[in-house]
């Protein structure tokens, strides 16, 4: 279905990321800027198919096999961090968009492992805190509101 079997991303704040799977089907992600459960996860599943039939328009028809939520790994910066501390090698913060990343950083933390590299392009030396932010992710219907006007103006 898409070339080169590529993950693609769109260029919005608050864009989808698909790619096509091995038995041609497709991954279909975006943000929803709530906490998962059963309910929300199916307003998301709406959400995500009217993204995707609006980029796709020839699966209007088509039945999803499966829809899943989960918390939004964010970062303040909305950067992807990976590295190691402490022995504990990670790798986090993709947003959505670092999912386009994700193969080749996988690729870079594994080298790293075999210490067959020690160059890594996403080590931080600290990590901001978003701040009045304790517990519950209070801010994400905000934050939500905040990258759709940003995609709005732009």
């Known amino acids: ?20 799977t091995a038995d041609r089907r497709l991954v279909f992600g975006g943000p929803r800027f709530a906490v998962s459960n059963p309910t929300s996860d199916l307003r998301s599943g709406e959400i995500l198919r009217r993204a995707m039939t609006q980029m796709f328009p ?20 909305r950067l992807p961090y990976a590295g190691e501390q402490d022995g504990l090698f990670y790798s986090l913060g993709y947003s959505g968009h670092g999912t386009q990343m994700s193969v080749w950083m996988g690729r870079v933390m594994a080298d790293l ?3 067959k590299q020690t160059e890594n392009p996403w080590q931080r030396a600290s990590w901001p805190a978003l701040p009045g932010y304790h517990g519950k ?18």
């Open 1 to 20: 279905m898409l070339p080169h079997d590529r993950t693609y991303v769109t260029s919005l704040n608050i864009g989808n990321y698909f790619r096509s």
């Open 58 to 77: 020839q699966l209007g028809n088509t039945s999803l096999a499966y829809c899943w939520g989960g918390m939004v790994d964010m970062t303040a910066d």
């Open 113 to 115: 492992l075999a210490e």
């Open 137 to 154: 992710p209070w801010f994400l219907p905000l934050a939500g509101l905040y990258y759709k006007a940003k995609d709005r103006l732009s």
